[in-house]
Structure formats: structure tokens, C-alpha cells
């Protein structure tokens, strides 16, 4: 078995086997993770660390290296995960917390997207160690890199607003990046964490700021893997683009008036 394979059934396998012990947790350690979804049915965050779980598990069974992929898996989901647990769910969007700290009120969300920045800013720099000559300044391309790891953390947990839509979006980009070779060990991880997927489609868990986050930060590194420094910084200016435009524009809503968008966020729930 290749390296990248056993980097995806590895993860798969985690999801399955984490998501079954979920599911056995006795009431009072499943309780804080509880939620009510757009659909106001009750639904489980614990999607979030069983992602994380299987993501870590998968990174480390693929090839090296793998450091900065632990990083940008684990971090982001701890952040995540506080801000799940303790946020505060009256302030949304980067504008709502940005107004808080300009108000004197520091919260979890602040917190986490400051803390989003520092660890995309060390694994920026961590890749920036390998960058062969004629790429360009390695301080400048790190800083597009972070931006686009921090940034993928934050739009994948922007899309995780409906059953399976963020779950979709990873998994397909995630296919797509296991062609590039840099890519291959984290784009395993992101591939086989739609293990999770049959529990995320029915409603029953999502991912929560804590798998989203770490999802979407695994995603950014595929990406800063898997494309070259122009490639690198289209995609850092399409994730800023799209996060701003989430301040004024829904996008369920624009999803929800497009046909074909429409039916692929539709595709597997239950009608």
C-alpha cells in the first residue's frame, strides 16, 4: 500500500471507528456539544474533534513530512473547539468581533482569529524552509501563505451552514489536490475525512468552528503544497475575496438561487 493510501483509509478508518465511540458517550460528556441547527433539530459538534482525530491519525500515517500539517490540523481545531464550547453566539463574522474589540469586549472569536493568524504565520514559515531558489522572497510568500491557510480555516467554517456543505467542498478539493505531489500526504487526510460524511448529511452532527477550522487549515496547506507561488496567491486572493463578501452577501442564499449549486449542496440529504 502507497503512502497516500494508507494516509486515506487510515483517516477513514478513524472517522468510522471515533464517530461509533461518539455516538457510545454517555450523556454527560456529549451534553456540553449539543446544539440546535438551522433546521432548529438537535445536532452534535462532536463531529468536530472525530474530525480532527481521523486528520491527525491520517497525516501521520502519510508520508513525511509532517509537522506542519500536525500544526494546521490540531491548533486550529483547539481554537475551534473553545470557541464551540465557550463563544459567543450573540457576535458573528470577523466584523462582529472586530466591533467587540473596538467596543473594549475581547471574545472567543477574537481570540481564535488572532490565533487562526499566528499559527498560519509559523506553518507559513515552517513550508518557507523548503522553498527552492527562484520562488521569490520567502518572507513575502509566507505571508501569502498564511494568509491563505488562516483564510481557508475561516471560509470553511463560513460554509459549514448547512448539512454537508463544507464536508463537500473539502473532500472535492481535497481529490483534486492528491494529483500534485507536495500535496498528496494532507490531501489524503482532507479525502478520507468525509468519513464523517453520513452523519453531517443526515443533520445529525456538523463540524463546528472545531473540525472546520482544522478541515479548513489542512485545505490551505494543500493548497500552499500544491500549487506554485502565482497559484498560491490567486487562491490567498479568492479565499480573502470570498470572506468580505460573507460579510454583506449570504451565501446560502446565493446558493439557494443557483440552479447547479442548488442541487450539489442538496445532493445527499434526505428530502
Do not use: Y
Given at each position: 500500500?502507497?503512502?497516500?493510501?494508507?494516509?486515506?483509509?487510515?483517516?477513514?478508518?478513524?472517522?468510522?471507528?471515533?464517530?461509533?465511540?461518539?455516538?457510545?458517550?454517555?450523556?454527560?460528556?456529549?451534553?456540553?456539544?449539543?446544539?440546535?441547527?438551522?433546521?432548529?433539530?438537535?445536532?452534535?459538534?462532536?463531529?468536530?474533534?472525530?474530525?480532527?482525530?481521523?486528520?491527525?491519525?491520517?497525516?501521520?500515517?502519510?508520508?513525511?513530512?509532517?509537522?506542519?500539517?500536525?500544526?494546521?490540523?490540531?491548533?486550529?481545531?483547539?481554537?475551534?473547539?473553545?470557541?464551540?464550547?465557550?463563544?459567543?453566539?450573540?457576535?458573528?463574522?470577523?466584523?462582529?468581533?472586530?466591533?467587540?474589540?473596538?467596543?473594549?469586549?475581547?471574545?472567543?472569536?477574537?481570540?481564535?482569529?488572532?490565533?487562526?493568524?499566528?499559527?498560519?504565520?509559523?506553518?507559513?514559515?515552517?513550508?518557507?524552509?523548503?522553498?527552492?531558489?527562484?520562488?521569490?522572497?520567502?518572507?513575502?510568500?509566507?505571508?501569502?501563505?498564511?494568509?491563505?491557510?488562516?483564510?481557508?480555516?475561516?471560509?470553511?467554517?463560513?460554509?459549514?451552514?448547512?448539512?454537508?456543505?463544507?464536508?463537500?467542498?473539502?473532500?472535492?478539493?481535497?481529490?483534486?489536490?492528491l494529483v500534485?505531489?507536495?500535496?498528496?500526504?494532507?490531501?489524503?487526510?482532507?479525502?478520507?475525512?468525509?468519513?464523517?460524511?453520513?452523519?453531517?448529511?443526515?443533520?445529525?452532527?456538523?463540524?463546528?468552528?472545531?473540525?472546520?477550522?482544522?478541515?479548513?487549515?489542512?485545505?490551505?496547506?494543500?493548497?500552499?503544497?500544491?500549487?506554485?507561488?502565482?497559484?498560491?496567491?490567486?487562491?490567498?486572493?479568492?479565499?480573502?475575496?470570498?470572506?468580505?463578501?460573507?460579510?454583506?452577501?449570504?451565501?446560502?442564499?446565493?446558493?439557494?438561487?443557483?440552479?447547479?449549486l442548488r442541487?450539489?449542496?442538496?445532493?445527499?440529504?434526505?428530502?
Open positions: 500500500m502507497s503512502d497516500v493510501a494508507r494516509a486515506l483509509t487510515t483517516t477513514l478508518a478513524t472517522a468510522r471507528g471515533l464517530t461509533a465511540l461518539v455516538r457510545a458517550l454517555p450523556d454527560g460528556l456529549s451534553r456540553p456539544w449539543a446544539r440546535t441547527n438551522h433546521a432548529r433539530r438537535p445536532v452534535t459538534l462532536l463531529e468536530g474533534p472525530v474530525v480532527v482525530g481521523a486528520a491527525l491519525a491520517g497525516v501521520l500515517a502519510g508520508p513525511a513530512p509532517r509537522r506542519t500539517a500536525v500544526l494546521v490540523t490540531l491548533a486550529p481545531g483547539l481554537l475551534g473547539g473553545v470557541d464551540d464550547l465557550a463563544g459567543d453566539s450573540t457576535t458573528k463574522g470577523l466584523r462582529g468581533h472586530l466591533g467587540a474589540l473596538r467596543s473594549g469586549r475581547i471574545t472567543t472569536g477574537a481570540l481564535k482569529v488572532g490565533g487562526l493568524g499566528a499559527v498560519a504565520m509559523v506553518a507559513a514559515l515552517m513550508e518557507s524552509a523548503s522553498m527552492t531558489t527562484g520562488e521569490g522572497s520567502p518572507l513575502r510568500q509566507a505571508a501569502v501563505d498564511s494568509v491563505l491557510i488562516a483564510g481557508s480555516a475561516n471560509l470553511i467554517n463560513l460554509l459549514d451552514l448547512r448539512p454537508g456543505r463544507a464536508l463537500k467542498v473539502t473532500t472535492a478539493v481535497g481529490a483534486v489536490l500534485p505531489t507536495g500535496s498528496r500526504s494532507v490531501a489524503a487526510a482532507l479525502v478520507g475525512a468525509a468519513g464523517v460524511l453520513p452523519e453531517d448529511l443526515a443533520g445529525e452532527s456538523m463540524l463546528g468552528d472545531c473540525g472546520a477550522n482544522a478541515l479548513g487549515a489542512l485545505l490551505g496547506l494543500a493548497l500552499v503544497r500544491g500549487t506554485g507561488p502565482r497559484g498560491r496567491l490567486v487562491a490567498a486572493g479568492v479565499v480573502t475575496g470570498l470572506t468580505l463578501v460573507s460579510e454583506r452577501v449570504s451565501f446560502t442564499r446565493v446558493i439557494e438561487s443557483t440552479p447547479v442541487e450539489i449542496d442538496a445532493w445527499g440529504r434526505p428530502r
